[in-house]
């Protein structure tokens, strides 16, 4: 059973940076799609990024585009999502995920193949 296990949240200013790790509990890693989603208080978890197994093909929301970095090393069989420029409004629980389809993980309404991590709390506060 894959495991998904978030790290590296915390409390920051606006303007500032986070980088967000996702470590998989699975040897297959490296021939999953992965993908970033968020949910704020009171609000639907949303998409934020995805990413395809090699790494060349990269899909963000409009909304943390230009501001947002995904990337993976399948040799750690680790994702990751570099938030630079932080806002507000991008405070949020982030969970990551993977799944056989890259459609699917950037479709919307996300039905997940792989149950959810615990997630990483991300605040930015001034």
């Known amino acids: 059973q894959v495991q998904l296990v978030e790290s590296g949240g915390g409390l920051v200013q606006p303007g500032e940076s986070l980088r967000l790790s996702c470590a998989v509990s699975?040897?297959?890693?490296?021939?999953?799609?992965m993908g970033w989603f968020r949910q704020a208080p009171g609000k639907e978890r949303e998409f934020v990024a995805a990413i395809d197994p090699s790494g060349g093909i990269t899909s963000y929301s409009p909304s943390v585009k230009g501001r947002f970095t995904i990337s993976r090393d399948n040799a750690r069989n680790t994702g990751y999502l570099q938030m630079n420029s932080l806002k507000i409004e991008d405070t949020a629980v982030y969970y990551c995920?993977?799944?056989?389809?890259?459609?699917?993980?950037?479709?919307?309404?996300?039905?997940?193949?792989?149950?959810w991590g615990q997630g990483t709390q991300v605040t930015v506060s001034s």
């Open positions: 699975s040897s297959q890693f490296q021939i999953f799609n």
């Open positions: 995920n993977v799944d056989p389809e890259y459609r699917a993980l950037i479709s919307g309404n996300y039905s997940p193949r792989v149950s």
